[in-house]
């Protein structure tokens, strides 16, 4: 967990994110695709000791975590923010049972969207995810994205809480709509 | 869709009783609502956990769980109208295909719980159908105690990913209910497997 307190290891915040996960001992990694998240999944699916899990929407991800936490195990949910607006009521789960949960929320509707029908989502999701109990960080800076993740994680797993780090818009960089 | 069916003749508290005899280390998930009082009625037990929010969300939890215990038989007992809400958790499911792992859909062809509206599944989907069409490895239509007993004994076998439609009667018994307090659910299914609270 050394390198994540120190913070960037130097090799891009898309590979900081699976590797503090690693450093949790994260055993899952449930997604619905992002192109945010294509690193962390691509290294999530070559390793054999990671459980990759694609799902057809994001809530499916929180009722498997709490079945792995109840089989002993830790994970995590990668996701878009329009999938936040999906999990809503799922979220009661960890409000009441209070498993951890910990998710990684690629940003829409942030910064520079070019997509206008991501924006009511998009500027919806931090405050939904507080609403329903779930604490967040937002990282727009390379630089951060470990130490948010890793404290996220610390809490997650440490306090039975829920808790979301954002990767905003300006971290990941503009969508190339014309090519 | 051919002949709809809605529900059958299975009492649901007679079948749920008869899958969790003798269960031995069984994990048991339940989804909210009544499957949920059918599998208290039969028991309370440490290796049971109770939903009673997040519909649509046992199947997944029962995948969760038998991932992390491939070890042990996991059972997710629930109804038409829960597995319904997770119409997509059965193509997740099917992906990953996890040996231990049950699926026992009581299906009274209605949404008990809130009036006895008529469900997708009494209006023609057959579940186990389109389990079968996800990929399980075995998938039925159990209309008599029979069957319920044959699944019992797959359920212990872990021998491939399955789904059972349970064909229960439409109606609405005396509730039973389980436990509410989700973390003392949590820690206790938690503790009977080894694992203390953080």
């Given at each position: 967990m050394e390198a994540a307190l120190q913070g960037?290891?130097?090799?891009?915040w898309q590979d900081d994110v699976f590797r503090v996960l690693k450093d949790h001992d994260v055993k899952h990694v449930v997604y619905v695709p992002d192109a945010g998240h294509s690193t962390a999944i691509r290294l999530s699916e070559a390793d054999d000791t990671i459980h990759s899990v694609v799902l057809t929407?994001?809530?499916e991800g929180i009722g498997y975590l709490a079945g792995a936490w109840l089989g002993g195990e830790r994970g995590a949910l990668l996701l878009q923010s329009s999938g936040v607006g999906n999990c809503i009521n799922t979220l009661a789960l960890q409000v009441c049972a209070q498993f951890p949960l910990l998710m990684v929320v690629t940003m829409r509707g942030?910064?520079?969207?070019?997509?206008?029908?991501?924006?009511p989502m998009g500027q919806a999701t931090e405050r939904s995810l507080n609403l329903m109990g779930v604490m967040t960080w937002r990282a727009?800076?390379?630089?951060?994205v470990a130490p948010l993740l890793h404290g996220a994680a610390t809490m997650a797993f440490n306090g039975n809480s829920s808790c979301a780090v954002l990767l905003g818009q300006r971290l990941i960089g503009e969508k190339k709509w014309v090519k | 869709m051919g002949e709809v069916t809605k529900?059958?003749?299975?009492?649901r508290r007679e079948v749920v009783r008869r899958l969790l005899a003798?269960?031995?280390d069984l994990l048991v998930v339940t989804g909210l609502g009544s499957a949920s009082y059918d599998v208290m009625a039969a028991g309370d037990h440490d290796n049971n956990y109770y939903l009673?929010?997040?519909?649509?969300s046992a199947a997944m939890v029962g995948l969760g769980l038998a991932t992390a215990q491939p070890g042990k038989s996991v059972l997710v007992i629930t109804g038409d109208g829960e597995m319904l809400m997770g119409f997509g958790a059965l193509a997740t499911i099917a992906l990953r295909r996890p040996a231990n792992l049950t699926i026992a859909v009581l299906d009274?062809?209605?949404?008990?719980?809130?009036?006895m509206q008529e469900s997708h599944a009494g209006r023609g989907i057959s579940l186990d159908k389109v389990a079968a069409s996800c990929g399980f490895s075995w998938t039925g239509e159990i209309t008599e105690m029979a069957g319920v007993d044959a699944l019992k004994a797959r359920v212990a076998a872990r021998d491939g990913l399955k789904l059972a439609t349970l064909k229960i009667k439409p109606e609405n018994l005396p509730r039973v209910l389980p436990p509410r307090d989700g973390v003392h659910i949590k820690n206790r299914f938690r503790a009977a497997l080894g694992y203390q609270p953080i």
């Open positions: 960037a290891s130097g090799t891009g929407t994001e809530e942030d910064w520079a969207e070019f997509n206008g029908w991501q924006n727009d800076d390379p630089k951060d | 529900g059958g003749p299975l009492d003798d269960r031995q009673w929010a997040a519909m649509g009274n062809g209605h949404f008990g719980e809130t009036g």
